[in-house]
């Protein structure tokens, strides 16, 4: 029971039903209990409704569902849950990371401008950390990892390089954009893109 509770499988949805967030069923317990969020009872495209936290606790537990056993007996896990009282869609920057990096370049080398496939390419600090150089934005580019090997600890001109484009930190995005339906739960299909 605990690691279901802890698990982040919930989707949240403002009041205008964009997604904005994921929680854990115990999470979503205690909005819906509050009455800060109710729950959609999906079944199927064409039969979503939103259910208060009464209704929600004496809902039948169908095959698909996962359920939380109680004294009381089992209550049906929400997948989407509707915060009532918010309706802003916050932004958010992406984490940083080397699939972030590689995106915000194109997949492109940044020395080369070769598009490259994932494993073709890695990160490369442009100011190298042997040399002071921060796991930020502005000092991470993606690079072929043959062109980062030939550059080594050195700065790009004492390689014989050039930068194409001097990295940034990218724009704020929308949550909604950077919400990714990694446990697969179908419910999700219906406001997240795959």
Known sequence: MTDILNKSIVLVLNRNWQAINIRT????FCQMATNVATAL?????????PVTWDEWITL???DSDNAVH???GAIRVPTVIVALNFAKVP?????????SIRERDGNRCQY????????????DHVLPRSRGGKDEWGNLVWSDKAVNARKGNRLPHEAGLRLLNVPRAPKELPVTALIRNAHAVADWRLFVKE
């Open 25 to 28: 069923p115990a999470e979503a």
């Open 41 to 49: 009872e999906i079944e199927g495209e064409n039969h979503v409704r």
């Open 60 to 62: 039948p537990i169908r």
């Open 70 to 72: 109680t004294v009381r």
């Open 91 to 99: 932004k958010k920057r992406p984490k940083l990371c080397a699939r």
């Open 112 to 123: 080369t401008g070769k598009l490259l496939r994932p494993d073709e390419g890695s990160l």
